[in-house]
């Protein structure tokens, strides 16, 4: 991870059975530079706004601050949470019964995931590991 973001970043590895509350501005600079971040601290940081958005604590908009970092990401994993994450937070839009919310979500992420969706495909190429 960049040094400037090391002294930044608690909980590193998920060592510790917390949570980690960021202030917005800390989200901000964290996605900019989301791929510096290890895998696990990546899914943990997504994990740790989710869940503080979900329990009503802090920033309700922690997740969504995350969510550029997310432009250059290319581990299966991290793309596995952020679905199951994002999934939920589509579901409580839902729940406000706004469709305009809905569509305007629908169509960031799908510009979120093009351009991996682009590299990568859908279907697995000769030599791809689990990550590809």
Do not use: H
């Not at 600079?29 to 989710?50: C, K, M, T, Y």
């Not at 309700?60 to 299966?76: D, V």
């Amino acid at each position: 991870i960049n040094a400037e973001y090391m002294g930044f970043l608690l909980n590193s590895r998920r060592e510790c059975f917390y949570r980690v509350q960021y202030p917005e501005s800390l989200l901000q600079r964290l996605a900019a530079n989301f791929s510096a971040i290890s895998v696990e601290d990546r899914i943990g940081l997504l994990n740790d706004a989710f869940a503080f958005a979900k329990a009503g604590v802090g920033c309700p908009t922690g997740l969504t601050r995350l969510l550029p970092g997310l432009a250059g990401e290319r581990s299966a994993k991290v793309w596995s949470e952020a679905s199951t994450l994002v999934g939920a937070l589509r579901n409580v839009l839902r729940s406000f019964e706004d469709p305009a919310a809905s569509e305007a979500l629908r169509a960031y992420l799908g510009n979120l995931i093009r351009p991996c969706m682009l590299e990568l495909g859908l279907d697995a190429a000769p030599g791809d590991s689990d990550e590809r």
